[in-house]
């Protein structure tokens, strides 16, 4: 039975990765240091519903499916413990039960702060954004350095490493003539916020442990992801990913169907051309599993643009509001000052072609889609709050 260790694992993207790996017949870890659900609960954000408790999400999955999966709960920014994952005799830590650690086939890492609001609201949130995201990141390379150099890693980047360059974004490298002579580097990347600015230093140190240490990794440059419901959740809603609709975790999509459930005129900041990659949350699934199962050679660094199809915020504004209204929701679209620094009007041509030819089959974003997501927010939305959709945070 093939092992996967999933770093991370309580989060939006964790939870459902590690059903996903569990349904599919891998045995399954998961660590997690409740990083997310803390800064919910101190940043009083709300969610749309509650979701269990890691050990007790295991316990239901396994219920339900007879499948086991592990759980560590502790800090992977402390080196010993991130350690301990592999190699028993390190262990220190009674939340690590005999037998869990061992030598993983491969490893997902998640086990990031994930919000650009929350990185750039005050110093002390941004120094634990680049202290967890960086030690966490270089604590792993170090783990698979020195106990398993073979393991890929498969890690979550962000498509905001590349900013909104008026070229095209290739999938992660670019071909330069210089004065006669050619190499290939990593795209430049320009990110607009500190969190996104952790993802390209991430990046650098991987990329680094690959030409050092011959490293085998694939770096998944991902945009906003929507959705809740996936294969494994329709089992027990109980398995639900959780859902933030808040300005500091909650992402685009997922806001404003929550706002048009409420009649909260849609939030869109400025003038609304900004334009990203979009995928459902089930496209995630699959681009991890393919780039897990399909690794690349060994000690190389694969990078893939993780979107499965581009729309600016007035695009998704619009749909929004098609759709509401179709289903009797009275929703207005306004324009807010942009509380962030990016530009508002730009060229967006990424290419992403990588994960299709390893065998993505999209979920593309439709009236009907949308439709199956207001209704997952309906059935909750005497739980939504108000006031916790703007709060202002600026840049
Ligand atoms: N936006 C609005 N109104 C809102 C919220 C956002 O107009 O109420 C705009 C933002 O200004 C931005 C775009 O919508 O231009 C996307 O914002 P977002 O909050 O959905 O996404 P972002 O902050 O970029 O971050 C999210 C995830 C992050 C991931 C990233 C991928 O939180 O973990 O890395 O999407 S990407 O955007 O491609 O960098």
């Known amino acids: 039975m093939k092992h996967v260790l999933i770093l991370g694992g309580d989060g939006y993207l964790g939870w459902p990765t590690a059903m996903h790996f569990s349904a599919r017949g891998w045995r399954v870890t998961v ?197 809740v419901a996936t294969d494994e959740s329709a089992i027990d809603e109980r398995l639900n990913t959780l859902f933030n609709y808040d300005e500091i975790f909650g992402t685009l999509i997922n806001r404003f169907v929550t706002q048009a459930v409420i009649g909260y005129p849609l939030t869109v900041y400025g003038q609304g051309g900004q334009t990203r990659g979009y995928l459902d949350i089930r496209d995630t699934l699959q681009c991890v599993w393919l780039s897990v199962t399909q690794p690349p050679p060994a000690g190389e660094l694969r990078i893939f643009n993780q979107v499965m199809e581009t729309f600016s915020v007035n695009e998704l504004a619009k749909l929004t509001q098609r759709v509401g209204r179709s289903l009797g929701h009275d929703v207005v679209i306004d324009h807010i000052d942009n509380p962030r620094k990016e530009a508002e009007a730009h060229y967006y041509n990424p290419t992403y072609q990588g994960l299709i030819e390893l065998g993505v089959e999209p979920h593309y974003l439709t009236e009907d889609s949308l439709a199956a997501l207001f209704a997952i927010v309906e059935k909750h939305r005497h739980t939504i709050r108000r006031e916790v959709i703007f709060r202002g945070v600026k840049w």
């Open 31 to 227: 660590v997690d240091n409740y990083f997310r659900r803390n800064a919910c609960t101190e940043l009083d954000t709300g969610m749309l519903y509650p979701t269990p408790t890691l050990p007790e999400r295991a316990r239901i999955w396994y219920e339900k499916t007879g499948h086991d999966i592990k759980v560590v709960i502790g800090d992977l920014a402390d080196p010993a413990f991130m350690r301990s994952l592999f190699d028993e005799r390190l262990r220190y830590d009674q939340a690590i039960e005999p037998g869990y650690s061992g030598l993983p086939d491969a490893i997902v890492h998640y086990a990031e702060q994930p919000s650009a609001p929350y990185s750039v609201m005050d110093y002390r949130r941004a120094d634990i954004t680049l202290t967890n995201n960086l030690r966490v990141t270089n604590n792993l390379m170090w783990a698979v350095r020195d106990f398993c150099p073979q393991t890929p890693i498969v890690k979550l980047g962000t498509m905001g490493e590349y900013g909104t360059p008026n070229i095209d974004i290739e999938e992660g490298w670019l071909d330069i003539e210089h004065k006669g002579r050619r190499d290939r580097f990593l795209f430049p990347r320009q990110a607009s916020s500190i969190y996104h600015t952790s993802k390209i230093m991430d990046t650098d140190l991987l990329w680094f442990g690959v030409r050092t240490w011959g490293l085998t990794v694939t770096d998944l440059m991902q945009g906003p992801v929507y959705g």
